[in-house]
């Protein structure tokens, strides 16, 4: 695929898990945001900022401290800049007994604690950023 160009590769899980930490570190985005399991590949394309996700399976995962349970295909794709993912694929977030997938993630700049999580659908959710802290 030509979006790939030029990108970092990092295949297994310890060295894709570290490459996606470490990007959501760079671009100032909470450690817990992407609860991964059983990496597959991880990638990224300093120049565009697309990033990809391939894990063996979906993951589900419930952030306790705002009770939102969150669902990742086991392909997520998505560009990431300061503070923000655009174009995110792969993500839902469950809404009553809907799970409208999230198209984008933003944190407030200048900070003001608060990450929003937009869908296709035209919900936009706010939460406090340490509910995405790693461990959560």
């Given at each position: 695929m030509a979006e790939?160009?030029?990108?970092?590769?990092?295949?297994?899980?310890?060295?894709?898990?570290?490459?996606?930490?470490?990007?959501?570190k760079e671009f100032e985005l909470?450690?817990?945001?992407?609860?991964?399991?059983?990496?597959?590949?991880v990638g990224f394309v300093s120049s565009t900022g697309y990033?990809?996700?391939?894990q063996k399976g979906k993951?589900?995962?419930?952030?306790?401290?705002?009770?939102?349970?969150?669902s990742y295909d086991k392909d997520i794709t998505g560009y990431?800049?300061?503070?923000?993912?655009k174009k995110l694929k792969g993500v839902k977030a469950k809404e009553l007994i809907l799970w409208?997938?999230?198209?984008?993630?933003?944190?407030?700049n200048p900070p003001t604690?608060?990450?929003?999580?937009?869908?296709?659908?035209?919900?936009?959710?706010t939460f406090p950023v340490e509910a995405f802290a790693a461990g959560q």
């Open positions: 790939k160009e030029g990108a970092v590769i990092k295949q297994g899980h310890e060295e894709g898990l570290e490459l996606a930490c470490s990007l959501l909470p450690g817990g945001l992407l609860p991964l399991a059983d990496v597959i590949e990033m990809w996700i391939q993951v589900e995962h419930n952030f306790k401290m705002i009770s939102k349970l969150v990431v800049e300061k503070k923000r993912i409208p997938p999230v198209s984008e993630i933003i944190i407030d604690g608060k990450i929003h999580f937009k869908s296709l659908a035209g919900i936009t959710k």
